[in-house]
C-alpha cells in the first residue's frame, strides 16, 4: 500500500500530511485528538539529510506540542550506503534520530511504529524499533539482509542459512517472522482506523519484545538473558 492510500484510509481524503522529498510529515486529527505524523516513503535510503531532517519534526513536536502522540511510518530500503554520508558521520545523524525518538517517549508522547511498505537494517532500527511499539501491514517486507548477503558476511553457505531459516525467524525475512521474534507486536487487517485505535490505546509502559519473542517461540533465550543481566547488575 502506498502512504496516500494509507493515509486516506486511516484519516480521510484531507488528512494534512505532506511529503517532502522522502520525507512525510503533518499533523492529523484521529478520535477527536491531534496525532504527530512522521515517516518516510519510496522506499527511501536513511542517510544524513533525511535523519536529520525526521529528527528535527520530532525534536518540533516534543518542544511545541508537548505530550502529543506521534505516529512514524516506516517505509525505507534501510542506511543510506554512500561515501559521503559516511564521512558526514551517518551512524551519528542516525543514532540521533534514534535519542530523539527515545526522549519523546521519555516526555510521555506516546510513540507508534507502523512498517507499510518496507523496512530493513539501521532504518527501521532508529525508527519503528525505537517506538513504544511497532505494527506492521501483513503485506509489508521486514528484514536485517537477504540471505546472499547474510552468507557472504558470515561466510557460512547459503544453503545452510536457507535451512536454518525454515525454522529459526532470526535467520529469515518476513513480517511473520518479526512478529515471532516480538520485534513487530501485531499485524493490521481489515478495519484500518481500529487497528489504530486499539494500537494507540494498548501501548506498552515499557519494553516487552523479549518477552513477547519468548513466548511466541521466536527468540526463547533472549527474555531470559535480560533478567540474568538485570539481577546482576
Same mark, same amino acid.
Given at each position: ?103 519523546? %517517549? !521519555?516526555?510521555?508522547?506516546? /510513540?507508534?511504529?507502523? +512498517?507499510? $511498505?518496507? #523496512? ?98 521466536? %527468540? !526463547?533465550?533472549?527474555?531470559? /538473558?535480560?533478567?540474568? +543481566?538485570? $539481577?546482576? #547488575?
Amino acid at each position: 500500500m502506498n502512504w496516500t492510500s494509507l493515509a486516506e484510509a486511516l484519516f480521510g481524503a484531507n488528512h494534512g500530511i505532506a511529503r517532502e522529498g522522502d520525507v512525510l510529515r503533518g499533523t492529523v486529527s484521529f478520535e477527536g485528538e491531534p496525532l504527530a505524523v512522521i515517516g518516510t516513503t519510496d522506499h527511501a535510503p536513511i542517510g544524513v539529510q533525511l535523519a536529520l531532517a525526521q529528527a528535527r519534526v520530532v525534536l518540533d513536536v516534543m518542544t511545541n506540542h508537548p505530550g502529543r502522540a506521534i505516529l512514524l511510518l516506516i517505509d525505507t530500503q534501510g542506511q543510506q550506503l554512500r561515501r559521503r554520508d559516511e564521512l558526514l558521520g551517518i551512524n551519528r545523524a542516525m543514532a540521533h534520530l534514534g535519542m530523539c525518538i527515545d526522549t519523546a %517517549r !521519555r516526555r510521555g508522547h506516546r /510513540v507508534l511504529g507502523l +512498517v507499510y $511498505d518496507q #523496512a530493513l537494517s539501521g532504518g527501521f532500527i532508529t525508527s519503528g524499533l525505537m517506538a513504544d511499539a511497532c505494527d506492521a501491514l501483513p503485506e509489508a517486507e521486514i528484514r536485517v539482509m537477504r540471505l546472499p548477503a547474510m552468507s557472504r558476511v558470515t561466510k557460512l553457505p547459503e544453503s545452510f542459512l536457507a535451512e536454518l531459516s525454515a525454522s529459526n525467524p532470526v535467520f529469515a525475512p518476513g513480517v511473520g517472522n518479526y512478529v515471532a521474534m516480538g520485534g513487530v507486536r501485531r499485524l493490521w487487517e481489515g478495519d484500518l482506523r481500529a487497528a489504530l485505535r486499539t494500537a494507540l490505546s494498548d501501548l506498552p509502559s515499557r519494553d516487552q519484545r523479549a518477552e513477547d519473542g519468548k513466548a511466541r517461540g521466536g %527468540r !526463547r533465550m533472549a527474555a531470559d /538473558v535480560v533478567k540474568r +543481566v538485570l $539481577d546482576a #547488575a
